[in-house]
């Protein structure tokens, strides 16, 4: 007998050159660096150059992930990209992605969950992967969310940030009784009852417009600990493990606040816990990824690593998932 795991062959990342700071920020809104450091731990923020797409951040994390995994374009077979700046109303990001990348073979598709996008796609890549449907997926978190901020809005415009991550998933058959690795389990919420707390206010149907990001942020931070606590501990359970177990802890990049106070209910330690929202500010379905791609790249993150992601965006949706490296 055997089975199909999916793997982690490859990870990438990219951020765009222009670096916004604190103080830059201070000089636009009524605000200051450490006014926004001592609320969410965020210091300075990349921002995509003008003319630059969340296809293209998409792209060159792709790039990433491919050489870092030895693999070609010709090998993917299913793209499927987070993100809630999609270049177009359609076609697809995933699509573009695709072209550009020069294949024309497979699926690509993207999902829109918010900063919950790449763990919802890494959840449905596991599932066809799994499940005979491709053998190589591609899987992105891509923003350009700098194109949806009001800069004149203090309460919004401090805390998010461009980039793009990526993780190349593999199936592998396996016999029945081998070690698990790759993807071990995830769990995915949605509670559309919040979706005034955290939303946009425009869209194509609603005003054919492209809007602004506008946050209850007292609200969005009351509910935040809890629900990513709900979902690690339903991947826990459902893999037997514990969070003593856990090498690193990878969670949406949001708020410092946040990720401190989700390590401290579920008993995960901070040297444990990976965090880059100093430097990235929440870069939404491209927090995870980047952050996946740094500790990857500084050797913090190695094969044989069980990591725990999560992240929680606006619908209200959250979600988690393990991951053996």
């Known amino acids: 007998m055997t089975r199909i795991q999916s793997v982690v062959r490859g990870v990438g990342g990219y951020l765009p050159a222009h670096i916004l700071t604190n103080d830059e920020l201070s000089k636009?809104?009524?605000?200051?660096?450490?006014?926004?450091?001592?609320?969410?731990?965020?210091?300075?923020?990349?921002?995509?150059?003008?003319?630059?797409?969340?296809?293209?951040?998409?792209?060159?994390?792709?790039?990433?992930?491919?050489?870092?995994?030895?693999?070609?374009?010709?090998?993917?077979?299913?793209?499927?990209?987070?993100?809630?700046t999609a270049d177009r109303t359609f076609p697809s990001t995933a699509a573009l992605v695709q072209q550009k990348l020069g294949i024309s073979h497979g699926m690509a598709f993207d999902i829109q969950a918010v900063c919950s996008g790449f763990v919802f796609a890494v959840t449905t890549a596991d599932t066809y992967l799994k499940t005979g449907q491709a053998k190589r997926a591609l899987v992105i978190g891509a923003e350009t969310f700098s194109r949806i901020i009001d800069w004149t809005d203090r309460t919004t415009c401090v805390l998010f940030g461009d980039g793009a991550g990526a993780i190349i998933l593999e199936a592998q058959e396996v016999a029945a009784d081998a070690p698990e690795n790759g993807v071990l389990a995830s769990s995915l919420r949605t509670d559309g009852t919040h979706w005034d707390k955290l939303y946009v206010d425009g869209g194509v149907s609603a005003s054919k417009t492209v809007g602004f990001v506008r946050m209850e942020g007292r609200e969005v931070f009351k509910h935040a600990v809890g629900m990513i606590s709900d979902v690690i501990e339903d991947v826990l359970e459902k893999t037997g493990s514990t969070t003593e177990e856990l090498d690193w802890f990878v969670p949406h990049q949001a708020n410092k606040r946040i990720i401190d106070g989700a390590g401290k209910k579920l008993g995960i330690p901070a040297e444990k816990t990976i965090v880059t929202v100093d430097k990235h500010a929440n870069t939404s379905a491209a927090s995870v990824p980047l952050a996946l791609w740094v500790a990857s790249r500084d050797g913090r993150i190695k094969k044989g690593?069980?990591?725990?992601?999560?992240?929680?965006?606006?619908?209200?949706?959250w979600g988690a998932s393990l991951i053996r490296w």
Do not use: P
Request: net charge negative; glycine share 10%; proline share 0%.
């Open 305 to 317: 690593d069980l990591v725990m992601i999560e992240a929680m965006g606006g619908g209200f949706t």
């Open 28 to 84: 636009r809104v009524d605000t200051s660096d450490e006014w926004i450091v001592q609320r969410t731990g965020i210091r300075q923020r990349h921002i995509a150059a003008e003319g630059e797409m969340t296809s293209d951040l998409a792209l060159n994390a792709a790039k990433s992930a491919l050489e870092n995994a030895g693999l070609t374009a010709e090998d993917i077979d299913l793209i499927i990209i987070g993100t809630t």
